[in-house]
Protein backbone atom coordinates (compact mmCIF):
# COMPACT_ATOMS: atom_id res chain seq x y z
CA UNK A 1 0.00 0.00 0.00
CA UNK A 2 1.62 3.16 -1.08
CA UNK A 3 2.16 5.94 1.44
CA UNK A 4 1.62 9.61 0.67
CA UNK A 5 2.40 12.82 1.88
CA UNK A 6 -0.17 15.27 1.97
CA UNK A 7 -0.99 19.30 2.76
CA UNK A 8 -4.21 20.53 4.30
CA UNK A 9 -4.46 24.03 3.24
CA UNK A 10 -6.51 26.37 5.74
CA UNK A 11 -6.87 29.71 6.49
CA UNK A 12 -3.91 31.52 8.71
CA UNK A 13 -4.67 31.36 12.52
CA UNK A 14 -6.75 27.82 12.35
CA UNK A 15 -3.34 25.73 11.64
CA UNK A 16 -3.88 23.85 14.92
CA UNK A 17 -7.54 23.32 15.03
CA UNK A 18 -6.67 22.02 11.58
CA UNK A 19 -4.27 19.76 12.99
CA UNK A 20 -6.22 18.34 15.86
CA UNK A 21 -9.28 18.17 13.65
CA UNK A 22 -7.30 15.28 11.46
CA UNK A 23 -5.64 13.62 14.72
CA UNK A 24 -9.49 12.84 15.65
CA UNK A 25 -10.04 11.40 11.99
CA UNK A 26 -6.85 9.34 12.49
CA UNK A 27 -4.33 10.42 10.36
CA UNK A 28 -1.00 10.35 11.07
CA UNK A 29 2.44 12.35 10.97
CA UNK A 30 0.49 15.05 12.01
CA UNK A 31 3.12 18.53 11.27
CA UNK A 32 1.37 22.06 11.33
CA UNK A 33 3.29 24.16 8.71
CA UNK A 34 2.10 28.17 7.23
CA UNK A 35 -1.55 28.05 6.68
CA UNK A 36 -1.66 24.36 6.33
CA UNK A 37 -0.77 20.73 8.06
CA UNK A 38 1.16 17.86 6.33
CA UNK A 39 0.15 14.17 7.02
CA UNK A 40 0.59 11.10 5.54
CA UNK A 41 -1.84 8.21 4.79
CA UNK A 42 -2.91 6.14 2.04
CA UNK A 43 -4.92 7.63 -1.03
CA UNK A 44 -8.03 6.25 0.88
CA UNK A 45 -7.15 8.45 3.85
CA UNK A 46 -6.87 11.67 1.45
CA UNK A 47 -10.05 10.69 0.64
CA UNK A 48 -11.61 10.61 3.89
CA UNK A 49 -9.86 13.97 4.88
CA UNK A 50 -11.36 15.61 2.34
CA UNK A 51 -14.95 14.15 3.44
CA UNK A 52 -14.68 15.49 7.03
CA UNK A 53 -12.27 18.11 7.52
CA UNK A 54 -14.46 20.95 8.36
CA UNK A 55 -11.39 23.66 8.59
CA UNK A 56 -9.36 22.68 5.49
CA UNK A 57 -9.40 24.45 2.17
CA UNK A 58 -8.15 21.81 0.56
CA UNK A 59 -6.23 18.43 0.55
CA UNK A 60 -3.35 18.66 -1.63
CA UNK A 61 -1.58 15.04 -2.45
CA UNK A 62 2.54 16.08 -2.72
CA UNK A 63 3.65 13.70 -5.81
CA UNK A 64 7.19 14.85 -6.70
CA UNK A 65 9.80 16.96 -5.17
CA UNK A 66 13.81 17.92 -5.89
CA UNK A 67 16.09 20.90 -6.41
CA UNK A 68 16.08 23.57 -9.52
CA UNK A 69 18.77 26.09 -10.35
CA UNK A 70 16.45 27.40 -13.75
CA UNK A 71 13.79 26.92 -15.50
CA UNK A 72 14.70 24.15 -17.63
CA UNK A 73 15.55 21.98 -14.37
CA UNK A 74 11.55 22.51 -13.87
CA UNK A 75 10.77 21.66 -17.42
CA UNK A 76 12.69 18.51 -17.24
CA UNK A 77 11.47 17.41 -14.04
CA UNK A 78 7.87 17.85 -15.19
CA UNK A 79 8.60 15.63 -18.54
CA UNK A 80 10.00 13.16 -16.83
CA UNK A 81 7.33 12.85 -14.12
CA UNK A 82 4.94 10.34 -15.01
CA UNK A 83 1.74 12.12 -15.27
CA UNK A 84 -0.26 9.85 -17.56
CA UNK A 85 -0.36 7.53 -14.41
CA UNK A 86 -2.38 9.84 -12.54
CA UNK A 87 -4.87 11.50 -15.77
CA UNK A 88 -5.39 11.50 -19.49
CA UNK A 89 -4.70 13.39 -22.30
CA UNK A 90 -8.71 13.45 -22.68
CA UNK A 91 -8.81 15.55 -19.61
CA UNK A 92 -8.56 18.60 -18.79
CA UNK A 93 -6.04 20.60 -15.94
CA UNK A 94 -4.48 23.80 -14.57
CA UNK A 95 -1.59 24.68 -12.91
CA UNK A 96 -0.93 27.20 -9.96
CA UNK A 97 2.45 28.55 -9.00
CA UNK A 98 3.40 29.85 -5.64
CA UNK A 99 7.01 30.72 -4.48
CA UNK A 100 8.99 31.88 -1.36
CA UNK A 101 12.33 33.38 -1.82
CA UNK A 102 12.40 31.67 -5.49
CA UNK A 103 14.98 33.52 -7.49
CA UNK A 104 13.53 33.23 -10.70
CA UNK A 105 12.14 36.45 -13.06
CA UNK A 106 8.31 35.10 -13.75
CA UNK A 107 6.12 32.69 -12.48
CA UNK A 108 4.28 32.96 -15.53
CA UNK A 109 6.97 31.77 -17.55
CA UNK A 110 7.27 28.59 -15.02
CA UNK A 111 3.89 28.03 -15.17
CA UNK A 112 4.06 28.37 -18.66
CA UNK A 113 7.34 25.84 -18.82
CA UNK A 114 5.80 23.15 -16.83
CA UNK A 115 2.74 23.06 -18.95
CA UNK A 116 4.93 22.57 -22.00
CA UNK A 117 6.22 19.83 -20.55
CA UNK A 118 3.52 17.88 -19.48
CA UNK A 119 2.07 18.42 -22.57
CA UNK A 120 4.69 17.12 -24.20
CA UNK A 121 4.93 14.09 -21.99
CA UNK A 122 1.34 13.64 -23.17
CA UNK A 123 2.22 14.13 -27.24
CA UNK A 124 4.73 11.75 -26.72
CA UNK A 125 3.12 8.96 -24.37
CA UNK A 126 -0.25 9.52 -26.21
CA UNK A 127 -0.35 10.80 -29.14
CA UNK A 128 -2.16 13.84 -27.60
CA UNK A 129 -2.64 16.51 -25.09
CA UNK A 130 -4.30 17.66 -22.71
CA UNK A 131 -6.29 20.93 -22.71
CA UNK A 132 -5.90 23.83 -20.44
CA UNK A 133 -8.84 24.91 -18.76
CA UNK A 134 -8.86 27.51 -15.87
CA UNK A 135 -12.26 27.40 -14.45
CA UNK A 136 -13.29 23.89 -13.99
CA UNK A 137 -10.10 21.44 -14.65
CA UNK A 138 -10.60 17.47 -14.17
CA UNK A 139 -7.46 18.00 -12.98
CA UNK A 140 -5.48 20.32 -10.37
CA UNK A 141 -2.10 21.11 -10.01
CA UNK A 142 -0.13 23.10 -7.78
CA UNK A 143 3.63 23.75 -8.16
CA UNK A 144 5.06 25.51 -5.09
CA UNK A 145 9.16 26.63 -5.30
CA UNK A 146 11.67 27.51 -2.05
CA UNK A 147 15.17 29.39 -3.54
CA UNK A 148 15.98 25.62 -4.24
CA UNK A 149 13.75 22.92 -4.07
CA UNK A 150 10.05 22.15 -6.48
CA UNK A 151 7.38 20.85 -5.07
CA UNK A 152 4.56 19.32 -7.41
CA UNK A 153 1.26 18.34 -5.61
CA UNK A 154 -2.07 17.41 -7.37
CA UNK A 155 -5.27 18.80 -5.74
CA UNK A 156 -7.75 16.34 -4.11
CA UNK A 157 -10.90 18.69 -3.48
CA UNK A 158 -11.27 20.08 -6.65
CA UNK A 159 -13.37 23.18 -5.51
CA UNK A 160 -12.14 24.27 -2.09
CA UNK A 161 -13.58 22.13 0.81
CA UNK A 162 -15.36 25.04 2.01
CA UNK A 163 -17.73 25.12 -0.87
CA UNK A 164 -20.14 22.37 0.11
CA UNK A 165 -23.28 22.51 -2.19
CA UNK A 166 -25.66 23.85 -0.36
CA UNK A 167 -25.30 27.52 0.63
CA UNK A 168 -27.57 29.99 -1.93
CA UNK A 169 -27.51 33.09 0.22
CA UNK A 170 -24.52 35.32 1.18
CA UNK A 171 -24.21 38.39 3.81
CA UNK A 172 -22.53 41.89 2.94
CA UNK A 173 -18.82 40.41 4.32
CA UNK A 174 -19.85 36.33 4.20
CA UNK A 175 -17.79 34.05 6.42
CA UNK A 176 -16.71 31.00 4.91
CA UNK A 177 -17.35 27.53 6.06
CA UNK A 178 -13.95 26.58 7.12
CA UNK A 179 -13.47 29.99 9.16
CA UNK A 180 -16.75 29.73 11.05
CA UNK A 181 -15.78 26.09 11.63
CA UNK A 182 -12.58 27.10 12.74
CA UNK A 183 -14.03 29.71 15.19
CA UNK A 184 -16.31 26.92 16.79
CA UNK A 185 -13.16 25.26 17.05
CA UNK A 186 -11.25 27.24 18.79
CA UNK A 187 -13.93 28.69 20.94
CA UNK A 188 -14.14 25.08 22.47
CA UNK A 189 -17.85 24.69 21.61
CA UNK A 190 -19.22 21.48 21.77
CA UNK A 191 -22.79 19.82 20.52
CA UNK A 192 -24.90 20.13 23.65
CA UNK A 193 -23.85 23.71 24.74
CA UNK A 194 -26.36 26.58 24.17
CA UNK A 195 -24.79 28.70 21.34
CA UNK A 196 -25.92 31.87 19.87
CA UNK A 197 -24.83 34.38 17.50
CA UNK A 198 -26.29 37.83 18.31
CA UNK A 199 -25.23 39.13 14.26
CA UNK A 200 -25.70 35.75 12.22
CA UNK A 201 -25.99 37.00 8.54
CA UNK A 202 -26.90 34.43 6.62
CA UNK A 203 -26.25 31.97 9.34
CA UNK A 204 -22.78 30.35 8.72
CA UNK A 205 -21.68 29.50 12.51
CA UNK A 206 -25.22 28.84 13.41
CA UNK A 207 -25.07 25.99 10.13
CA UNK A 208 -22.01 24.91 11.04
CA UNK A 209 -23.07 24.10 14.45
CA UNK A 210 -26.26 22.15 13.58
CA UNK A 211 -24.07 20.08 10.74
CA UNK A 212 -21.86 19.15 14.35
CA UNK A 213 -24.50 18.12 15.64
CA UNK A 214 -25.85 16.45 13.54
CA UNK A 215 -22.40 14.57 12.63
CA UNK A 216 -22.85 15.32 9.23
CA UNK A 217 -19.57 15.00 7.17
CA UNK A 218 -19.44 18.25 5.54
CA UNK A 219 -18.20 16.30 1.90
CA UNK A 220 -21.16 14.22 1.77
CA UNK A 221 -23.18 16.66 -0.81
CA UNK A 222 -20.27 17.18 -3.21
CA UNK A 223 -17.80 15.61 -5.55
CA UNK A 224 -13.66 15.91 -5.17
CA UNK A 225 -11.00 16.33 -7.45
CA UNK A 226 -10.21 12.78 -6.58
CA UNK A 227 -12.87 11.23 -8.45
CA UNK A 228 -11.11 12.23 -11.74
CA UNK A 229 -7.43 10.46 -11.37
CA UNK A 230 -7.05 7.44 -12.17
CA UNK A 231 -5.36 6.42 -8.92
CA UNK A 232 -9.47 6.45 -7.58
CA UNK A 233 -10.72 3.80 -6.01
CA UNK A 234 -14.28 3.96 -6.17
CA UNK A 235 -15.16 1.07 -3.82
CA UNK A 236 -13.15 2.38 -1.13
CA UNK A 237 -15.06 5.87 -1.84
CA UNK A 238 -18.00 4.41 -1.69
CA UNK A 239 -17.68 2.47 1.98
CA UNK A 240 -16.30 5.92 3.37
CA UNK A 241 -20.07 7.51 1.84
CA UNK A 242 -21.81 4.95 3.26
CA UNK A 243 -20.41 5.27 6.68
CA UNK A 244 -20.82 8.64 6.90
CA UNK A 245 -24.36 8.30 5.85
CA UNK A 246 -24.66 6.12 8.40
CA UNK A 247 -23.60 8.44 11.51
CA UNK A 248 -26.05 10.94 10.37
CA UNK A 249 -28.70 11.79 12.80
CA UNK A 250 -31.81 13.24 12.28
CA UNK A 251 -32.99 17.14 12.02
CA UNK A 252 -34.18 17.62 15.44
CA UNK A 253 -34.37 20.87 17.57
CA UNK A 254 -31.24 22.20 18.99
CA UNK A 255 -29.78 24.87 21.28
CA UNK A 256 -28.80 27.04 18.63
CA UNK A 257 -30.37 30.51 18.23
CA UNK A 258 -29.33 33.33 15.65
CA UNK A 259 -30.25 37.29 16.08
CA UNK A 260 -30.01 40.02 13.79
CA UNK A 261 -31.38 43.63 13.16
CA UNK A 262 -31.96 43.51 9.15
CA UNK A 263 -34.53 40.89 8.08
CA UNK A 264 -33.56 40.28 4.53
CA UNK A 265 -30.04 38.45 6.65
CA UNK A 266 -32.40 36.62 9.12
CA UNK A 267 -34.67 35.45 5.36
CA UNK A 268 -31.17 34.86 3.96
CA UNK A 269 -30.44 32.59 6.79
CA UNK A 270 -33.85 31.21 6.85
CA UNK A 271 -33.51 30.13 3.35
CA UNK A 272 -29.99 28.42 3.56
CA UNK A 273 -30.91 26.38 6.65
CA UNK A 274 -34.02 25.04 4.16
CA UNK A 275 -31.83 24.48 1.61
CA UNK A 276 -29.42 22.30 3.58
CA UNK A 277 -32.37 20.73 5.83
CA UNK A 278 -31.36 22.37 8.91
CA UNK A 279 -34.63 24.77 9.31
CA UNK A 280 -36.18 22.52 12.08
CA UNK A 281 -32.85 23.03 14.14
CA UNK A 282 -31.67 26.45 14.41
CA UNK A 283 -34.20 29.14 15.98
CA UNK A 284 -33.61 32.77 14.62
CA UNK A 285 -35.39 36.06 15.31
CA UNK A 286 -35.00 40.06 14.45
CA UNK A 287 -34.10 41.80 17.00
CA UNK A 288 -31.32 43.91 17.46
CA UNK A 289 -28.53 42.91 19.65
CA UNK A 290 -28.49 46.01 22.06
CA UNK A 291 -32.14 45.03 23.18
CA UNK A 292 -31.93 41.58 22.98
CA UNK A 293 -32.53 38.83 25.61
CA UNK A 294 -30.53 35.64 26.12
CA UNK A 295 -32.24 32.48 25.00
CA UNK A 296 -31.57 30.88 28.13
CA UNK A 297 -29.91 31.55 31.65
CA UNK A 298 -26.38 30.04 30.30
CA UNK A 299 -24.24 29.09 26.99
CA UNK A 300 -21.79 30.80 24.36
CA UNK A 301 -21.53 33.25 21.90
CA UNK A 302 -19.18 33.06 18.73
CA UNK A 303 -20.04 35.83 16.39
CA UNK A 304 -19.24 38.03 13.53
CA UNK A 305 -20.21 41.51 14.84
CA UNK A 306 -20.13 44.46 11.74
CA UNK A 307 -16.80 46.30 11.55
CA UNK A 308 -17.05 49.60 9.49
CA UNK A 309 -15.24 50.46 6.40
CA UNK A 310 -16.77 53.80 5.56
CA UNK A 311 -16.83 57.10 8.02
CA UNK A 312 -20.26 56.79 8.29
CA UNK A 313 -20.55 53.16 9.28
CA UNK A 314 -18.08 53.94 11.68
CA UNK A 315 -19.42 56.63 13.59
CA UNK A 316 -22.63 54.08 13.72
CA UNK A 317 -20.04 51.25 15.38
CA UNK A 318 -18.65 53.86 17.99
CA UNK A 319 -22.49 54.31 18.96
CA UNK A 320 -23.37 50.75 19.07
CA UNK A 321 -20.31 49.09 21.15
CA UNK A 322 -20.88 50.79 24.24
CA UNK A 323 -24.85 49.93 23.99
CA UNK A 324 -23.97 46.43 23.33
CA UNK A 325 -21.55 46.06 26.05
CA UNK A 326 -23.84 47.79 28.22
CA UNK A 327 -26.08 44.85 27.52
CA UNK A 328 -23.62 42.18 27.35
CA UNK A 329 -22.84 43.03 30.99
CA UNK A 330 -26.19 43.28 32.19
CA UNK A 331 -28.10 40.58 30.20
CA UNK A 332 -25.53 38.34 29.22
CA UNK A 333 -23.88 37.12 32.98
CA UNK A 334 -22.25 33.70 32.34
CA UNK A 335 -22.25 33.91 28.74
CA UNK A 336 -18.75 33.00 27.42
CA UNK A 337 -18.22 35.67 24.41
CA UNK A 338 -16.26 35.02 21.28
CA UNK A 339 -16.39 37.75 18.67
CA UNK A 340 -14.36 37.67 15.42
CA UNK A 341 -14.03 40.89 13.99
CA UNK A 342 -11.26 43.65 11.90
CA UNK A 343 -11.81 46.02 14.43
CA UNK A 344 -9.17 46.19 16.83
CA UNK A 345 -11.01 48.59 19.22
CA UNK A 346 -14.22 46.18 19.38
CA UNK A 347 -13.04 45.61 23.23
CA UNK A 348 -12.20 49.32 24.04
CA UNK A 349 -15.38 50.00 22.39
CA UNK A 350 -17.77 47.49 24.93
CA UNK A 351 -15.68 48.74 27.77
CA UNK A 352 -14.78 45.03 28.05
CA UNK A 353 -11.27 43.65 28.71
CA UNK A 354 -10.81 40.36 26.80
CA UNK A 355 -8.69 37.65 28.38
CA UNK A 356 -7.41 36.23 24.67
CA UNK A 357 -6.53 37.77 21.34
CA UNK A 358 -6.47 35.00 18.61
CA UNK A 359 -4.67 36.74 15.22
CA UNK A 360 -6.93 35.24 12.06
CA UNK A 361 -7.76 36.18 8.64
CA UNK A 362 -11.30 36.47 6.99
CA UNK A 363 -9.67 36.12 2.89
CA UNK A 364 -7.56 38.98 3.17
CA UNK A 365 -8.86 40.59 5.90
CA UNK A 366 -6.82 40.65 9.04
CA UNK A 367 -8.87 39.77 12.42
CA UNK A 368 -8.84 39.15 15.52
CA UNK A 369 -11.25 36.38 17.42
CA UNK A 370 -11.57 38.03 20.97
CA UNK A 371 -12.58 35.90 23.95
CA UNK A 372 -14.58 37.82 26.56
CA UNK A 373 -16.08 35.92 29.38
CA UNK A 374 -19.12 37.70 30.95
CA UNK A 375 -18.52 36.76 34.63
CA UNK A 376 -19.82 39.09 36.80
CA UNK A 377 -17.50 41.11 38.44
CA UNK A 378 -14.97 40.53 35.72
CA UNK A 379 -13.31 41.37 33.07
CA UNK A 380 -14.62 45.38 32.99
CA UNK A 381 -13.13 48.21 32.85
CA UNK A 382 -13.35 50.45 35.63
Known amino acids: ?7 ATCPKGLEQPLL ?48 YAHEQDLYESAYSFPWVNWFDAHQSFMITTNAK ?7 DFVTLRIKDAICDQFR ?8 IDTREPDVRIYVYLTEHDYFYYLDMSG ?43 SGTILSEAAEISLTRAPG ?18 QVLLNEAKHQVQEQKTLPIWGYDLKGDAIEASRTNFEASDLAQSITLK ?24 RLSEQSFLQALYPQLGETLKKRYTNWDG ?10 KGLRLKPNRKIPLFNGALECRLFHIPLVAGSNRKK
Open 338 to 347: WFLTADLTFP
Open 220 to 237: LNRHFGFEKLKVHDQHSW
Open 159 to 201: EALFKRGARIESGETPLKKNLAAGLLSLSGWQPGIPLLDMFCG
Open 20 to 67: DELQKLGLQDLMAGEAGVWFSGNFTQGMKANLYSRIASRILLLIAKGE
Open 124 to 131: EEQGNRPS
Open 286 to 309: QVNAVESQPPIEKGMIVSNPPYGV
Open 101 to 107: NCPLKSL
Open 1 to 7: MTIFSFF
